[in-house]
């Protein structure tokens, strides 16, 4: 049975940085769905850091090693999931790293790659399990900055339109 997991993690103070790729404080990065300990006065509005972690079955896709700003990685990758529909193939890089991202769809399965790491799932199973977790990490984003919140409405937007596009998608796969 296919099971793929998804959380976005946002480090808890701007001052910290990632400088050996082998030495995670791990402790620094705080799952979104526990907002609430993270200060906004230690974190950038513009640079919102963090990983995003990925497992498919036994397989670890996405990991903290794959940190990035997340305020950016986003919206990259609900784009390019959403072109991913119309065309079968998208993709993008991190925004801070040179990761390339390849997606592909053929019938109902969907086929993701991150550098040398894959996965091949159904496809709605994807779009359901990462659309879900881009709408937790807006919501937090809205918690943490209303200032912000046209900017992070609009993504929002996106996200529900491509849960529409989505099951239209692949109502015929039942």
């Known amino acids: 049975m296919e099971k793929l997991t998804l959380a976005s993690y946002i480090i808890s103070d701007k001052r910290y940085v990632v400088r050996d790729l082998n030495k995670i404080d791990r402790s620094k990065f705080v799952n979104i769905e526990d907002v609430g300990q993270l200060d906004p006065k230690k974190l950038d509005p513009d640079y919102i850091t963090g990983a995003i972690i990925m497992k498919y079955n036994d397989q670890t896709i996405l990991d903290y090693k794959d940190w990035d700003d997340l305020n950016y990685f986003w919206p990259y990758f609900i784009d390019s999931l ?84 989505t099951k239209v998608r692949f109502s015929k796969y039942g």
Not at 157 to 164: A, N, R, S, V, W
């Open 82 to 165: 959403d072109e991913l529909l119309e065309k079968n193939n998208s993709n993008f890089s991190f925004p801070s790293q040179a990761l390339p991202v390849n997606m592909e769809i053929v019938k109902d399965r969907l086929i993701f790659q991150v550098g040398q790491r894959r996965l091949n799932i159904q496809a709605s199973d994807f779009y359901e399990i990462v659309l879900a977790e881009g709408n937790k990490f807006y919501k937090a984003l809205l918690e943490l900055f209303p200032r912000f919140e046209s900017e992070y409405n609009s993504e929002l937007q996106k996200i529900d339109q491509l849960i529409i596009k």
